[in-house]
């Protein structure tokens, strides 16, 4: 409960809009890598297939993570040019560096499922 918790205030700390798109990557992988599993010794085409999206998606994820990163630092280079606010930089440089965690988060979690599928399929 308390990891919830901490996870859910760190996703809105990060931005909700980002970090939504991130959670939308992490879970279209997720689907991706499960989907590729269940058809690795049935249908190898589909494997590939799944391999190929989950290759996308998570690159996908990554990029929106660094996208929000970029947005972070704006934001507090801004609030710090505006009012010399301290506060405010420290804001923006969290979301900053929460977006490209939760995307590289995604981008190593879909990488391993990528790593392992191709280690499985059979040889063609």
Known sequence: ???????????????????????????????????GF??????????????????????LGLVIGFLGAVLGLIEAFDTLEAVNNIDGMASGLKTSFLTTVFGAFTFIISRMGIVILRAMQKQE
């Not at 939504?20 to 997720?30: G, R």
């Not at 010794?41 to 290759?55: A, H, Q």
Request: net charge neutral; glycine share 4%.
């Open 1 to 35: 409960m308390i990891l919830l918790n901490i996870f859910t205030e760190r996703f809105n700390e990060g931005g909700p809009f980002i970090m939504s798109l991130i959670l939308i990557c992490f879970i279209l992988a997720l689907i991706f890598i499960t989907k």
């Open 38 to 59: 269940l058809n690795i010794s049935e249908d190898p085409k589909t494997t590939k297939k799944m391999i190929s999206l989950t290759i996308d998606v998570s690159l």
